[in-house]
């Protein structure tokens, strides 16, 4: 797919105040510095669409994006940031849970992970919460230039390791550099073929 356009529409903190759920939408969530807004650019060729965070955690919004007027990409607030206060961690935990399981229109959520850590208990278990309510999903291992070949297929044979008792079979995974364009096409190419359906 080709980007012709990437437009800013509409940041909130609640699902309901999103715009009308008359477009495919695809959402992208994950730890906070994960690699995020960078792949959101990377994938848009937008170097500041959504901004690269020099304060973790701090946006807590659903932000909307409209893509070749025809749909939309949301960025997600990140989940864990050990520096947001509890109280802030619960508030969005509800808006990202609502969102997720309210929006009619989210085809597909894109679950970001940094490939260069060990499988973490955090995105682990929101995987699981995701498979347990049905929520269509992918993972995307992120920064995957910091790593080898073979250091690449080590990090996905751990989370297949982690996750055979729980998942019959690994949800769809993608590896990612925004350094490099690593799985550019891939990933855009995945989202056309959804718009397809
Ligand atoms: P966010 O908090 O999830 O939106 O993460 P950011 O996109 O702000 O990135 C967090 C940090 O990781 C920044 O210092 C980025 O430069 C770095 N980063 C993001 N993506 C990549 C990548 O693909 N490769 C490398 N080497 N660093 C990255």
Request: charged share 25%; glycine share 4%; proline share 4%.
């Amino acid at each position: 797919m080709e980007i012709k356009s990437a437009n800013f529409v509409i940041s909130n903190t609640d699902v309901k105040k999103c715009p009308d759920p008359d477009r495919h939408e695809y959402a992208f969530i994950g730890r906070s510095n994960v690699g995020k807004s960078s792949l959101i650019n990377m994938l848009t060729n937008y170097s500041k669409l959504a901004k690269t965070s020099s304060s973790p955690g701090k946006t807590q919004l659903i932000n909307h994006f409209l893509i070749n007027d025809e749909w939309y990409l949301v960025d997600l607030p990140g989940y864990g940031y050990a520096r947001t206060s509890k109280s802030q961690r619960g508030q969005f935990s509800s808006m990202i849970k609502n969102y997720i399981l309210k929006r009619e229109s989210m085809v597909c959520l894109f679950v970001l992970i940094d490939s260069r850590h060990d499988p973490l208990k955090i995105d682990l278990d929101f995987m699981e919460w995701l498979g347990e309510n049905g929520v269509p999903f992918v993972m995307v291992f992120t920064k995957a230039d910091k790593l080898t070949t073979t250091e690449r297929m080590n990090c996905i044979a751990k989370y297949q390791e982690k996750m055979k008792d729980t998942w019959e079979s690994m949800p769809m995974a993608f590896i990612t550099s925004a350094e490099t364009k690593l799985g550019r096409v891939e990933l855009l190419s995945y989202i056309s073929e959804l718009n397809r359906l």
